[in-house]
């Protein structure tokens, strides 16, 4: 795997989704990158915070903007393991954020769902890369919560 590569960060992204499922959060995770560096990183903090806004991307997003001391992400790539909610969505419109990859499709709280234009129309979107371990992770977590 060529260091740097969409596969790198979103493989940082997993080790995010994977401290998340260890804090019994629902296991997504994120970065950001800028000029290939990761500025920052994040996994839901729902339980840990009790903040229905603690997801994965929101922290990342307030991450990101603090480390490079501006709202406007359009030079960054977020890597998230699942499709970002619609709350997420509409965040990342307003960070201006110039590509998302997600790994896992979300098909029934994804923003997809409610309006493919929820993110800016200059925003770029890559879906799939990494999907099945992202994917078993969170069936992994679902199956331990209703044991």
């Known amino acids: ?82 499709e970002p909610c619609t709350m997420c969505g509409g965040a990342l419109f307003w960070s201006q954020i110039g590509e998302v990859f997600f790994a896992a499709a979300d098909p029934k709280r994804g923003f997809r769902q409610n309006n493919s234009k929820t993110l800016h129309p200059k925003t770029k979107i890559h879906e799939g890369l990494l999907a099945v371990p992202s994917e078993e992770l969170i069936h992994r977590f679902f199956e331990k919560l209703r044991e």
């Not at 920052?40 to 991450?63: C, F, G, P, W």
């Open 1 to 82: 795997m060529e260091l740097y590569s969409d596969e790198y960060f979103m493989n940082e992204a997993l080790k995010q989704a994977q401290m998340a499922f260890e804090e019994g959060e629902i296991p997504v995770g994120a970065v950001i990158v800028s000029k290939n560096r990761i500025i920052a990183k994040a996994y839901n903090q729902t339980e840990r915070l009790n903040d229905v806004t603690a997801h994965a991307e929101m922290i990342a997003i307030t991450s990101a903007a603090n480390f490079l001391g501006g709202k406007y992400l359009n030079d960054c790539r977020l890597y998230v393991t699942l």
